[in-house]
């Protein structure tokens, strides 16, 4: 068989798409994971597709007092969401055309600038649990936000660079690059960082009916039909995006496509997607090992992400570690 | 392809053996910061097995790599003591106790670690200006012992209860170890094991001190203890 091969620009709407597509099934795959690890049956893998179809086919109805900001919140969430994956590296392990306009910085300016359009959306529309959800996804984002400052700051001095790329390109060169402990501080704290904003448990139940637990599921609950589809296809995608980051960047940057080749880029799909699964099963045991944290308890969650992320600093800083 | 984009040479890698090591003296610090946050006693004193496990896992590197068969001994003792029996006799103790959670934060937890972070970052910086080069164990292993030793006298400082004040003296010993460890490996084993014996006369002075406090006030706290009595 000749192999063929793709030009760049069609392996850049490949990865893109490849987070479109297989982001409803790597969340139902989890739920499922999860319903069997509680001892239910649970939903059918391809259930969110189904919602979604369903979704798309209802009527949007607005709240009273509801203007455009509504209506464009969601849209420019998932337009956003549609953004990031041209920056990491989803399905090659080289960089794609438009994949040096941002940094990994540049990559979180887009994902909170998403976060924050659901959250003005929930606001405008003057429920009182959508205004609490979007006040307390906002308050947390900035608690956040300094561990993941750090985390960068770590790659920026591992690499040099603060590309998503160049910092898998390092923790593929050589196991000395993987074990030194400010690789492994980073990788750790960016998993606590995942677990903070795919609303995990934690942090928040993703499950949870309760609205006085809520934090990002809270948001949405004004939203109907077709809006409601993209903020729940458009949260899919995100948790996707932050499994890529995760994984190809820091913790298992491996089997990526080399070349160019139709095959190889092909192959690293179903590679993709079983580590995306292994991660999101260590997620269903968590999720199903521990307690949600009481909410002003969650600053000692936070405060755990950021010392693993400044020891990481330090570390590097003062002893090239 | 686009080339790979870089500015400056990045700093140089350690190898996987000194990486390594360091990654264990890091979870040497972590589990000190664990142990600061953890609010019941119990995970606290098995948070020193595990800390004291690390320390000995690190003995045991340097003895291999550095070819010093005394400090097989070390790690034989340092786990059969630090790691079996001090946990050992002080989770009896507070077993016998009966008292799962002291309500002894001074501070919140989060302000609490954010304040330990300072510190450790203080001692890494201090330490860091020292010109000691180690031939056993990377060099910010020293810093990493000295970051041990500050937020130890954190813990003691912080959390006013009699368990929480044992476990920030023996992790204190932890540190010290750890720094032995790194600038002096070769240490006669006798000096070693007279810090050992030095840690069994303090579990000792401990176990009295939580038994009599317990049976004065009934708690584990150390609160009570500024009571005047008339």
Redesign the interface.
Known sequence: MAAVDLAPAEIQALQVLTIVVFAPFVSGGISHLEARLQGRRGPRILQPYYDLAKLFRKETLLPNDAGWVFVVGPVLAFVCYLVVPMLIPVLTDYPLPLGYMGDILGGGFILGLAGCSVAVAAAETGGPYAQLGSSRAMTFGALIEPSILFVTFTVALITATDLPYAEAAVARASLSQVVRPAHLLAALAFFLVVLNDTGRIPVETHSGTLEFGMIDEARTLEHSGPLLALLQWGSAMKQLILYVILLNVFVAPWGLAGTTSLGAVLLAIPVFLAKAFAVGAVFAVIDNSFSKLRLFKITEFMAAAFLLAILAVLVLYLGSG | ??P?????????????FS??A??I??LV??SE?AML?APLSRSQVRLYAFQSLAVTALAFFVAATQHVPELYALAGFSFLLKVVFVPGIVLRLLKDARVDLVASNRL???TM??L??AL??FA??VV?RLPVRSHSL???AL??AAAVILVAFLLVMLRSDVVSQAVGFFSLENGVSVASLVVAAGLPLIVEVAFLFDLLVAVVVFGVLMRVHHGRTQSLSTDVLDRLKG
């Open positions: 392809m686009v790979l984009l870089a500015a400056t040479a990045p700093p140089p890698v350690p190898s996987s990486g390594g360091e990654a003296a890091v610090l972590l910061f946050r919140g937890v989060a670690v954010l330990a972070i450790s970052a890494f910086f860091g990377p060099t910010p810093g990493l």
